[in-house]
């Protein structure tokens, strides 16, 4: 009899008693919980297991021994004492005014006094409050403070015009942690991204980030051999139901799943709602993680920014820029990399200095992420997108280019024109975009030793390459390819090539001419 796989229990008790399976990760909780004060801070994407890490630490400093029997951390040593806990979830706060969120902070303030049998004053602002409750419960021992999705209130006002008050709320209220430093005995926090600079980080310098530690790398998600561990028999079975090979499965499920890597040596982990969710749902492959819950905040700061986020996925990127994320100067790379819809793929050292290259986690995230970025470039629903996509990949396959000029065109012009830059390098990326979901090989800024391909588009009966002009006439485009030998690396794979000059109007904002010759 399986186990049941939970995705929306957050309660480690819960989980325990309620007979769930946990995938056993007590062992860095020790490494936390040993050190003689520790004031961590993690930042992982959503639905990673944050809170249920959050519960987990509650129930070890409560000295809920008992809970834990058959897990790692039972037999290991330590004195499993009784700590008094503030466990405050910053989500339940609501956060829609500084008013409003300073009301909603002595609210969770109160009900945790409540747990530990403290009566707090009749003040109202909520960042006297917190050091009150730590005066307070240091007079029943060292004080543990677990605090979960700090960041809330700054990520739900990005843009607003009251952002500047809410993070003084929060400034007044998290700098209660510095100043009670002598009567703690644990603290952490955790949330999705790490704000740097305006941020609650400011005076926060006793803080130890351990979000990109190699030795808590894999403390959340799933490594591939805990994979096979807890998951190996259900996998086989739908292996078999679905009356595909096993071993080709699970090459699919990993490429669909896993591929999350939080330092760059460390393995890769799995999302684990999304596995958890796939096999809940009989082993059918889907945006499980998209699904629940909206990516919003991260395409309305795209679009704000004018971020390039292709640009952003092939350059590598400095270890110094990915340490935080700064509301008052927004960059791609680290608001992508915390938030989880980049991770890292490998590290080089360029001038005896480290870079970062990114890449997608998974399939999952790559084509969910795609979609909805098209979705909001041009403002349009994801079923309409979706219709585009598939109308695409039929004139891809049956060689169609008068449908795909025409789709082209449509989705170039339904994005408002307050979006839309004059640039080609624009209009290149947005085909790159279109063209990455449909599943076939594409290249973009093919280098050669004389010259440089736009985009090279292959699927597995034809080869499209692109060459892109803003206001030059198309045949200059289809010369250029012609004359620099663009389709030569190209002829020994045998299938059709088809060359296409493309003009874009600067006037028009738009594809204007369009030139294909066969090679």
Known sequence: MYQSITTSNYTFEDVITGGDLYVDKTDFFHKLVTVNKGIFFLSRPRRFGKSLSVSILKNIFKGNKELFKGLKIYDMPYDWKTYPVINLNISKTDCSSAEQLNKGLAIILRDSAKELG????????SGYLFGELINKAKNQGKVVILIDEYDKPLVENIYAPHIEEIRQVLENFYINIKASDEHLRFVFMTGVTKFSKVSVFSKLN???????SEAFATMYGYTQEEVEHYFGDRIDALADKNKTDRIEYREKIQKWYNGFRFHEDALTVYNPVSLGMFINEGGRFSNFWFS????SFIFKVLKRQNIDFFETLFRPVDSVILDSFDVANMQAAPLLLQTGYLTIDRVETLMDKPVYFLRFPNMEIETAFEKHLLSSMAERSLEVVTSEIIQLQI???????????KILKSHIAAIPYANRSNMEENYQNIIYSVFRLLG???????????GRIDTVIVNRNHIYIFEFKMDQPAAVAIAQIKEKGYATPYLHDGKPITLIGINFSREERNIVEWVEETD
Do not use: C, F
């Open 118 to 125: 403290i009566e707090l004053s009749s003040e109202t602002k």
């Open 206 to 212: 006793n803080l130890r980030d351990i979000s990109m």
């Open 292 to 295: 629940t819950g909206s990516p």
């Open 395 to 405: 004139a891809l396959v049956t060689n169609n280019t008068k449908d795909i000029q």
């Open 440 to 450: 076939a090989e594409i290249h973009n800024e093919v280098h050669m030793n004389n």
